[in-house]
Protein backbone atom coordinates (compact mmCIF):
# COMPACT_ATOMS: atom_id res chain seq x y z
CA UNK A 1 0.00 0.00 0.00
CA UNK A 2 1.17 3.80 -0.93
CA UNK A 3 2.90 5.84 2.08
CA UNK A 4 1.05 9.30 0.89
CA UNK A 5 2.72 12.46 1.78
CA UNK A 6 2.04 14.38 4.79
CA UNK A 7 0.06 17.17 3.30
CA UNK A 8 -3.28 16.17 1.68
CA UNK A 9 -4.60 17.34 -1.14
CA UNK A 10 -8.21 18.81 -0.51
CA UNK A 11 -9.90 17.38 -3.65
CA UNK A 12 -8.87 14.51 -6.73
CA UNK A 13 -10.82 14.77 -9.87
CA UNK A 14 -10.54 12.23 -12.56
CA UNK A 15 -12.28 12.92 -15.50
CA UNK A 16 -14.02 11.07 -18.19
CA UNK A 17 -14.56 11.50 -21.93
CA UNK A 18 -15.06 15.34 -22.65
CA UNK A 19 -12.88 16.47 -19.41
CA UNK A 20 -9.27 15.73 -20.49
CA UNK A 21 -7.93 19.41 -18.25
CA UNK A 22 -9.42 20.86 -15.59
CA UNK A 23 -10.07 24.60 -16.55
CA UNK A 24 -9.25 27.17 -14.31
CA UNK A 25 -6.15 25.49 -12.32
CA UNK A 26 -3.67 27.79 -11.42
CA UNK A 27 0.29 27.29 -10.44
CA UNK A 28 -0.10 24.00 -12.36
CA UNK A 29 2.72 21.65 -12.51
CA UNK A 30 2.61 17.83 -13.69
CA UNK A 31 3.72 14.92 -11.93
CA UNK A 32 4.51 11.41 -12.98
CA UNK A 33 4.04 8.55 -9.91
CA UNK A 34 5.38 5.31 -10.45
CA UNK A 35 2.98 2.67 -9.53
CA UNK A 36 3.37 -1.17 -8.39
CA UNK A 37 0.80 -1.35 -11.21
CA UNK A 38 2.41 -0.42 -13.97
CA UNK A 39 2.31 3.57 -15.67
CA UNK A 40 -1.42 5.42 -14.69
CA UNK A 41 -3.51 6.88 -17.59
CA UNK A 42 -0.71 10.24 -17.49
CA UNK A 43 0.69 12.60 -15.47
CA UNK A 44 -1.29 13.99 -12.38
CA UNK A 45 -1.79 18.06 -12.77
CA UNK A 46 -1.41 19.46 -9.82
CA UNK A 47 -2.69 23.10 -8.94
CA UNK A 48 -4.85 25.37 -6.85
CA UNK A 49 -8.33 26.05 -8.07
CA UNK A 50 -10.98 27.86 -5.97
CA UNK A 51 -8.41 28.47 -2.67
CA UNK A 52 -7.54 25.02 -2.45
CA UNK A 53 -5.02 21.68 -3.81
CA UNK A 54 -6.27 20.21 -6.45
CA UNK A 55 -5.39 16.94 -8.25
CA UNK A 56 -6.93 16.28 -11.95
CA UNK A 57 -6.25 13.05 -13.61
CA UNK A 58 -7.73 12.20 -17.37
CA UNK A 59 -8.78 8.69 -17.33
CA UNK A 60 -8.36 7.90 -20.72
CA UNK A 61 -5.24 10.04 -21.33
CA UNK A 62 -5.22 13.87 -22.52
CA UNK A 63 -5.98 12.50 -26.25
CA UNK A 64 -8.75 9.91 -25.25
CA UNK A 65 -6.27 7.04 -26.08
CA UNK A 66 -6.99 4.33 -23.54
CA UNK A 67 -10.59 2.60 -23.99
CA UNK A 68 -13.06 1.88 -20.59
CA UNK A 69 -11.25 -1.46 -20.13
CA UNK A 70 -7.55 -0.97 -21.09
CA UNK A 71 -7.70 2.49 -18.23
CA UNK A 72 -5.37 1.09 -15.25
CA UNK A 73 -7.61 1.67 -13.00
CA UNK A 74 -5.57 0.37 -9.87
CA UNK A 75 -2.35 2.68 -11.14
CA UNK A 76 -4.77 5.88 -11.01
CA UNK A 77 -6.12 5.16 -8.13
CA UNK A 78 -2.77 4.45 -6.34
CA UNK A 79 -0.98 7.58 -7.89
CA UNK A 80 -3.75 9.79 -6.30
CA UNK A 81 -3.85 8.31 -3.25
CA UNK A 82 0.04 8.29 -2.91
CA UNK A 83 -0.08 12.38 -3.80
CA UNK A 84 -2.05 12.74 -0.67
CA UNK A 85 -5.42 12.70 -1.94
CA UNK A 86 -8.15 11.80 0.42
CA UNK A 87 -11.39 12.92 -1.45
CA UNK A 88 -11.66 11.80 -5.40
CA UNK A 89 -14.35 13.06 -8.01
CA UNK A 90 -15.24 10.72 -10.80
CA UNK A 91 -16.41 12.51 -13.18
CA UNK A 92 -17.91 9.88 -15.72
CA UNK A 93 -20.17 10.82 -19.14
CA UNK A 94 -23.21 8.16 -19.07
CA UNK A 95 -26.05 7.50 -21.05
CA UNK A 96 -29.32 7.73 -19.54
CA UNK A 97 -31.84 4.59 -18.80
CA UNK A 98 -34.93 6.33 -16.49
CA UNK A 99 -36.78 8.92 -18.18
CA UNK A 100 -35.72 11.75 -16.24
CA UNK A 101 -31.96 11.39 -17.03
CA UNK A 102 -32.09 12.64 -20.79
CA UNK A 103 -29.14 14.52 -22.54
CA UNK A 104 -27.25 16.87 -20.16
CA UNK A 105 -29.05 16.04 -17.27
CA UNK A 106 -26.18 15.65 -14.22
CA UNK A 107 -26.65 12.94 -11.66
CA UNK A 108 -24.89 12.11 -8.65
CA UNK A 109 -25.58 8.15 -8.55
CA UNK A 110 -25.67 6.15 -4.98
CA UNK A 111 -25.93 2.67 -6.18
CA UNK A 112 -24.31 0.64 -9.09
CA UNK A 113 -24.35 -2.51 -10.54
CA UNK A 114 -20.50 -3.76 -12.10
CA UNK A 115 -21.42 -5.77 -15.76
CA UNK A 116 -17.39 -5.42 -16.39
CA UNK A 117 -15.75 -8.63 -16.82
CA UNK A 118 -11.73 -8.88 -17.20
CA UNK A 119 -10.36 -6.06 -15.68
CA UNK A 120 -7.82 -5.90 -12.16
CA UNK A 121 -10.75 -5.03 -9.90
CA UNK A 122 -9.00 -5.52 -6.42
CA UNK A 123 -5.19 -4.39 -4.84
CA UNK A 124 -5.88 -7.90 -3.18
CA UNK A 125 -4.86 -9.44 -6.81
CA UNK A 126 -0.88 -9.28 -6.45
CA UNK A 127 1.12 -11.83 -4.87
CA UNK A 128 1.87 -12.10 -1.75
CA UNK A 129 -1.49 -9.05 -1.11
CA UNK A 130 -3.84 -9.46 2.14
CA UNK A 131 -7.26 -10.76 0.87
CA UNK A 132 -9.18 -8.18 2.28
CA UNK A 133 -13.08 -8.53 2.14
CA UNK A 134 -14.60 -4.91 2.38
CA UNK A 135 -17.90 -3.52 2.99
CA UNK A 136 -19.15 -2.29 -0.23
CA UNK A 137 -22.63 -2.04 0.20
CA UNK A 138 -22.86 1.36 -0.54
CA UNK A 139 -20.14 2.05 -2.75
CA UNK A 140 -20.20 5.79 -3.09
CA UNK A 141 -19.48 7.90 0.08
CA UNK A 142 -22.67 9.21 1.23
CA UNK A 143 -21.13 12.55 2.73
CA UNK A 144 -19.05 13.05 -0.64
CA UNK A 145 -22.52 12.98 -2.17
CA UNK A 146 -24.45 14.84 -0.07
CA UNK A 147 -21.74 17.72 -0.65
CA UNK A 148 -21.85 17.51 -4.25
CA UNK A 149 -25.24 17.57 -4.49
CA UNK A 150 -24.97 21.10 -2.12
CA UNK A 151 -22.98 22.50 -4.29
CA UNK A 152 -24.72 22.05 -7.17
CA UNK A 153 -27.50 24.08 -5.13
CA UNK A 154 -25.66 26.34 -4.67
CA UNK A 155 -24.40 27.32 -7.90
CA UNK A 156 -27.75 27.14 -9.78
CA UNK A 157 -27.04 23.80 -11.26
CA UNK A 158 -30.37 21.25 -11.16
CA UNK A 159 -28.10 17.89 -10.23
CA UNK A 160 -30.56 14.52 -9.84
CA UNK A 161 -29.96 12.88 -6.25
CA UNK A 162 -29.42 9.31 -6.65
CA UNK A 163 -29.75 6.75 -9.43
CA UNK A 164 -28.26 2.86 -10.35
CA UNK A 165 -24.85 3.52 -12.26
CA UNK A 166 -24.61 -0.02 -14.36
CA UNK A 167 -20.70 -0.20 -15.43
CA UNK A 168 -20.65 -1.94 -18.54
CA UNK A 169 -17.35 -3.54 -20.64
CA UNK A 170 -17.04 -1.02 -23.72
CA UNK A 171 -16.02 0.55 -26.04
CA UNK A 172 -18.76 0.18 -27.83
CA UNK A 173 -22.24 0.93 -26.69
CA UNK A 174 -25.11 -1.74 -25.47
CA UNK A 175 -27.77 -3.06 -27.25
CA UNK A 176 -31.38 -2.45 -26.87
CA UNK A 177 -31.65 -5.95 -25.22
CA UNK A 178 -29.22 -5.05 -22.98
CA UNK A 179 -30.68 -1.99 -22.01
CA UNK A 180 -33.72 -3.52 -21.66
CA UNK A 181 -32.28 -6.06 -19.02
CA UNK A 182 -30.31 -3.25 -17.28
CA UNK A 183 -33.59 -1.41 -16.71
CA UNK A 184 -35.55 -4.58 -15.45
CA UNK A 185 -32.30 -4.77 -13.14
CA UNK A 186 -32.38 -2.13 -11.55
CA UNK A 187 -30.26 0.43 -13.45
CA UNK A 188 -31.02 4.27 -13.95
CA UNK A 189 -27.53 5.10 -16.06
CA UNK A 190 -25.08 3.30 -18.15
CA UNK A 191 -21.33 3.88 -18.25
CA UNK A 192 -17.90 2.47 -18.48
CA UNK A 193 -15.77 3.58 -16.23
CA UNK A 194 -17.89 3.27 -12.91
CA UNK A 195 -15.96 0.08 -12.05
CA UNK A 196 -13.46 -0.64 -10.82
CA UNK A 197 -13.01 2.26 -10.10
CA UNK A 198 -15.40 2.87 -7.16
CA UNK A 199 -14.02 -0.58 -5.40
CA UNK A 200 -10.08 0.34 -5.72
CA UNK A 201 -10.81 3.80 -3.95
CA UNK A 202 -12.80 2.19 -1.32
CA UNK A 203 -9.83 -0.56 -0.87
CA UNK A 204 -7.65 2.76 -0.35
CA UNK A 205 -10.06 4.43 1.94
CA UNK A 206 -10.64 7.09 -0.14
CA UNK A 207 -14.05 9.03 -0.32
CA UNK A 208 -14.78 8.58 -3.63
CA UNK A 209 -18.11 10.24 -5.43
CA UNK A 210 -19.43 9.94 -9.06
CA UNK A 211 -20.08 13.35 -10.97
CA UNK A 212 -22.51 11.42 -14.10
CA UNK A 213 -23.09 13.63 -16.98
CA UNK A 214 -26.02 12.29 -19.11
CA UNK A 215 -24.49 12.43 -22.81
CA UNK A 216 -27.50 10.81 -24.25
CA UNK A 217 -30.64 8.29 -24.10
CA UNK A 218 -29.37 4.52 -23.87
CA UNK A 219 -30.59 2.34 -26.60
CA UNK A 220 -34.36 2.25 -27.21
CA UNK A 221 -34.50 4.60 -24.31
CA UNK A 222 -35.05 7.97 -26.13
CA UNK A 223 -37.01 8.92 -29.20
CA UNK A 224 -33.66 8.96 -31.67
CA UNK A 225 -33.81 6.06 -33.96
CA UNK A 226 -29.69 5.75 -33.71
CA UNK A 227 -27.18 7.07 -31.48
CA UNK A 228 -25.77 10.60 -33.09
CA UNK A 229 -21.68 10.39 -32.06
CA UNK A 230 -21.83 14.15 -32.71
CA UNK A 231 -24.94 14.51 -30.30
CA UNK A 232 -23.02 12.96 -27.76
CA UNK A 233 -20.33 15.30 -27.93
CA UNK A 234 -22.11 18.24 -27.87
CA UNK A 235 -24.17 16.98 -25.26
CA UNK A 236 -21.81 15.68 -22.99
CA UNK A 237 -19.87 19.43 -23.48
CA UNK A 238 -22.90 21.03 -22.26
CA UNK A 239 -22.94 19.00 -18.97
CA UNK A 240 -19.03 19.17 -18.67
CA UNK A 241 -19.18 23.04 -18.36
CA UNK A 242 -20.83 22.89 -15.19
CA UNK A 243 -18.73 20.45 -13.28
CA UNK A 244 -15.77 22.92 -12.30
CA UNK A 245 -18.26 25.56 -11.24
CA UNK A 246 -19.83 22.65 -8.81
CA UNK A 247 -16.29 21.54 -7.74
CA UNK A 248 -15.23 25.07 -6.78
CA UNK A 249 -18.58 25.65 -4.70
CA UNK A 250 -17.70 21.94 -2.80
CA UNK A 251 -14.14 23.40 -2.14
CA UNK A 252 -15.52 26.94 -1.03
CA UNK A 253 -18.15 25.19 1.28
Known sequence: MPHPDPAPLDLAVIGGSGL????????????????????????????????????????????????????????????????????????NAVGGIRADMGPRAIVVPDQLIDYTHGRYTSYCDVEGAEVRHIDFSEPYTESLRRELLAAARTTGVEAIDGGCYGA????RLETRAEIARMRRDGCDLVGMTGMPEAVLARELGLEYACLALVANFAAGCGDEAEISIEEIFAHLAAATAEVPRILAALLKN
Do not use: I
Open 20 to 91: YNFPGLENATRQMVDTPYGPASGDVVLGDFAGKRLAFLARHGESHTLPPHRVNYRANLWALHRLGARRVVGV
Open 168 to 171: TQGP
